[in-house]
């Protein structure tokens, strides 16, 4: 990823931080190596952390693991523009069919194991290798869909792809 792609995931995680203003600290964790960031995140109570890409060549999807990590989360909520995860590239295959739920092994069957600054998939390799060693769960479903969205949050059955072992 370049710069630019890292600031463009910096303007994104500002439109999430506006929508989210009552819930989130009102900074974005770019540096998900420095411990004083995510107590920072956490200290007056706020459950939702924004964060962003931090540099060149370190995936959203990868930083968000290991944000999960050292905050010892559980899950992972990774918001796309697919509603969810295919068997095969639904672009270039017409009877590529949904997903609901998966194990990590078979996810890391269908992304691979290289990982290449603007991969076009669902979640990437390399973060998907990371997930799997630390035992987290990755739903996930379509950013635009507010209504879905409210369904994952409150617990109930929603569209999306869980991803766990």
């Known amino acids: 990823m370049t710069w630019i792609g890292v600031h463009s995931t910096r303007l994104n995680a500002q439109l999430i931080k506006t929508i989210f203003k009552t819930y989130s600290h009102p900074r974005i964790n770019k540096n998900p190596r420095t411990k004083e960031d995510l107590m920072n995140h956490f200290e007056a109570g706020e459950k939702i952390m924004v964060a962003a890409g931090w540099r060149p060549g370190w995936s959203t999807d990868y930083v968000a693991t290991i944000l999960a990590k050292r905050l010892r989360a559980e899950k992972v909520l990774n918001l796309s523009n697919v509603k969810y995860v295919c068997d095969k590239d639904p672009k270039?295959?017409?009877?590529?069919?949904?997903?609901?739920?998966?194990?990590?092994?078979?996810?890391?069957?269908?992304?691979?194991?290289?990982?290449?600054?603007?991969?076009?998939?669902?979640?990437?390799?390399?973060?998907?290798?990371?997930?799997?060693?630390?035992?987290?769960?990755v739903i996930v479903a379509e950013g635009r869909n507010i209504e879905n969205l409210e369904k994952i949050f409150d617990g109930k059955k929603f569209e999306g792809t869980v991803i766990c072992d």
């Open 92 to 137: 270039k295959f017409k009877d590529a069919k949904k997903i609901k739920t998966i194990n990590w092994a078979d996810f890391r069957l269908i992304v691979g194991d290289k990982w290449d600054p603007g991969l076009n998939a669902p979640f990437d390799p390399i973060a998907s290798k990371h997930a799997q060693e630390i035992g987290l769960k």
